[in-house]
C-alpha cells in the first residue's frame, strides 16, 4: 500500500487563526503531542515574521526528533539564510518557500509578471538547496492560477531542486472533483514530476477542505497539510483528523496508508483546543463531544447488539476515554496513576503529586470523577507551572441586594502575598478589577465563557477568556467547581501570558 504524508501546519497556518496566537512554551508542547501523533512534518511558523516565531521554530527544532521540521519563507534569498538559522539543528529540516501563481495576486498584489515569477521561484529553489535537498515549494492560489501555468512553473521548481510541489486551494474556491482534475493535469502534464512529491493544501471557505483534500488523495496526491481540529485562517484549514480517519476507515477505496498513531488524535484535539482557546463544535466529525453520542432508541438497540450497526469507527481508535469509569474520594493514588496512564498521560513524581492533591481536592467537592474530570484538572496543573502570578485566596460576596465585592490574594514572582479588593459590577467583574490593582498590567477584555466539562450540578465549569492588550490577543483558561473561581484562574492565566511574552521581547530589544 501507498503512503500518505501527513504534513501539520497547525502551528503555523492554524496559529494564524485571528486570536489564536500560542507562545513558544505552548507550541513546544503541541509539538511534542504532534510527535506522539506520528505526524511527518510539522510546520513549526514562519520564522521572519517575528523574533517570537523564529524563537519557537527554533526551539521546536532543536527539541522534535522524529518529523521533519519545516519552516515557511517568502521566496526571497534573505528569507531563506535567515529562516534557514531557525530550523537548521533539526534531524531533517524542510525549507517551505511560497509565492503566487495566480493571475489575480500577480496583478493586483505582487505586481509582477509571470516570468517574474518563474525567475523569482527558480533563484529561491536554487539558493535553498544550498542548505538542504528537503525543499518543498507552493503555488500559492493555485486552484484560481491557469493550469498550464502551474504545469510551466512546477517543472522549473523541480529542475531547481524543489522535493515536494504543494498545490494549495488558498481561498478555499475548489470543488472536489474539480481539484482532482487539477492534481491528474499536474501528474500528467509536468514532465519531471516523478522527482517531486505532490501535495495539496486546502481551505475550508465552502466546507470543502477535507472533501477536496481527499480528492486530490485519491487522484495521486501523496502529502496533504492540514490543522488539528481544521484550525486556520478564515474559516480554517482541512482537519487532519478527519483525513487521518477517512484513508483509515475507509482503506478499501484508498487503499493507502499513514504513519499517524490513531489513538492518539483526541489528546492532540484536546491540546490544540486547550492551549489556542477554540473550543470544538459537539458534532465536529471525530472529536467533536457528540461523535460517538447515539441518542435514537433505534439506533442505541443496534449498538447494543453489534456497535458496527451504527458505528463506522472505534472511539478507543481515535483515543476517546471511556466515561464509564469513574473514581471518587476513597480512589487512592494508584488508581489515580492507573486512570492516568490509561488516558496516555505520564506525569514525574512531582507533577503526579501535584495532580492527585488536585484529584483529592476535586473528590471532596464532587462525587464522581470522571476522565473529563481527569483530563481538565491535568491541563489545569500544567497551565500553572510557569506561572509568575498564582492564585491563593479568592472570596466575594453577592446577590440582588449587595454591591458584588471580592477580595483577591495572589503569590507574586517573588513568593510575596499581595492583597486587595475591589467592588464591581458583579462578581468576576469585581474580581478582575481586584486582580487589576495588583497586577497592573493594562488591557481590555474582549471575550468570556464558560462552560461545563461534564454533566451534573457539581460539574467543572472551565471559563476562556481573551484579553487584548498592544494589539496582541492573550488567552487564559480555568477550571474549577466554583465558576467565579474558574473566572479568576483563567484571568490569571492570561495575564501570566500577556507577562511572559512581554518578557520575552524585552529580552530581545
Ligand atoms: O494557503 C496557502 O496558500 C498557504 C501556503 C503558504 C501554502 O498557507
Ligand atoms: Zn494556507
Request: proline fraction near 3%.
Amino acid at each position: 500500500m501507498d503512503r500518505v504524508i501527513i504534513f501539520d501546519t497547525t502551528l503555523r497556518d492554524g496559529e494564524q487563526a485571528a486570536g489564536g496566537s500560542l507562545n513558544a512554551q505552548e507550541k513546544l508542547e503541541i509539538a511534542r503531542q504532534l510527535e506522539r501523533l506520528g505526524v511527518d512534518v510539522i510546520e513549526a511558523g514562519f520564522p521572519v515574521t517575528s523574533p517570537g516565531d523564529f524563537e519557537a521554530v527554533r526551539v521546536i527544532a532543536e527539541k522534535i526528533r522524529k518529523p521533519s521540521i519545516c519552516a515557511l519563507m517568502h521566496a526571497n534569498l534573505k528569507a531563506v539564510d535567515e529562516s534557514w538559522k531557525a530550523i537548521k539543528k533539526a534531524s531533517n529540516p524542510r525549507i517551505h518557500i511560497v509565492l503566487s501563481s495566480s493571475d489575480i495576486h500577480l496583478f493586483y498584489q505582487l505586481r509582477k509578471s509571470r516570468e517574474q515569477i518563474i525567475e523569482m521561484s527558480r533563484d529561491t529553489v536554487k539558493h535553498a538547496r544550498k542548505y538542504t535537498d528537503n525543499i518543498e515549494f507552493s503555488a500559492m492560489d493555485a486552484s484560481r492560477t491557469e493550469p498550464a501555468f502551474i504545469y510551466q512553473l512546477l517543472k522549473i521548481v523541480i529542475d531547481a531542486g524543489a522535493t515536494t510541489v504543494n498545490i494549495p486551494d488558498t481561498v478555499g474556491y475548489a470543488m472536489p472533483q474539480q481539484w482532482a482534475t487539477v492534481i491528474e493535469g499536474i501528474l500528467k502534464n509536468v514532465p519531471n514530476i516523478d522527482k517531486a512529491v505532490v501535495s495539496t493544501h486546502c481551505h475550508n471557505d465552502l466546507g470543502l477542505a477535507v472533501a477536496n483534500s481527499l480528492a486530490a488523495i485519491k487522484a495521486g496526491a501523496r502529502q496533504v497539510e492540514g490543522c488539528i481540529n481544521g484550525i486556520g485562517e478564515r474559516a480554517g484549514n482541512a482537519a487532519l483528523e478527519e483525513i487521518i480517519m477517512a484513508i483509515k476507515t475507509r482503506s478499501d477505496f484508498f487503499n493507502l496508508t499513514t504513519r499517524i498513531d490513531t489513538k492518539q488524535i483526541y489528546r492532540t484535539s484536546r491540546l490544540v483546543s486547550d492551549l489556542t482557546g477554540f473550543h470544538v463544535q459537539p458534532n465536529k466529525a471525530i472529536i467533536g463531544g457528540n461523535a460517538f453520542r447515539h441518542s435514537s432508541g433505534l439506533h442505541v438497540d443496534g449498538l447494543l447488539k453489534k456497535s458496527s450497526t451504527y458505528e463506522i469507527m472505534d472511539p478507543r481508535s481515535v483515543g476517546i476515554p471511556s466515561s464509564s469509569i469513574v473514581l471518587g474520594k476513597t480512589s487512592g493514588r494508584h488508581a489515580f496513576r492507573e486512570r492516568l496512564s490509561e488516558l496516555g498521560y505520564t506525569l514525574n513524581d512531582e507533577d503526579l503529586n501535584k495532580a492527585f492533591a488536585a484529584f483529592k481536592e476535586l473528590a471532596d467537592k464532587k462525587k464522581d470523577i470522571t476522565d473529563r474530570d481527569i483530563e481538565s484538572l491535568v491541563a489545569e496543573e500544567q497551565r500553572t507551572i510557569s506561572e509568575q502570578y498564582h492564585l491563593d485566596r479568592l472570596q466575594v460576596t453577592c446577590g440582588d441586594r449587595g454591591i458584588p465585592t471580592a477580595a483577591v490574594r495572589l503569590m507574586s514572582p517573588g513568593g510575596k502575598a499581595l492583597e486587595d479588593a475591589a467592588l464591581g459590577t458583579g462578581p468576576v467583574d469585581a474580581v478582575y478589577k481586584a486582580i487589576n490593582r495588583l497586577v497592573k498590567v493594562p488591557n481590555e477584555l474582549t471575550e468570556f465563557s464558560v462552560k461545563s466539562i461534564t454533566e451534573g450540578i457539581d460539574a467543572i465549569g472551565e471559563v476562556l477568556i481573551r484579553i487584548e492588550s498592544e494589539g496582541v490577543t492573550y488567552t487564559g483558561r480555568g477550571a474549577d467547581t466554583d465558576i467565579i473561581v474558574s473566572s479568576a484562574k483563567a484571568y490569571i492565566n492570561a495575564l501570566n501570558r500577556l507577562l511572559a511574552a512581554k518578557k520575552a521581547k524585552g529580552k530581545k530589544k
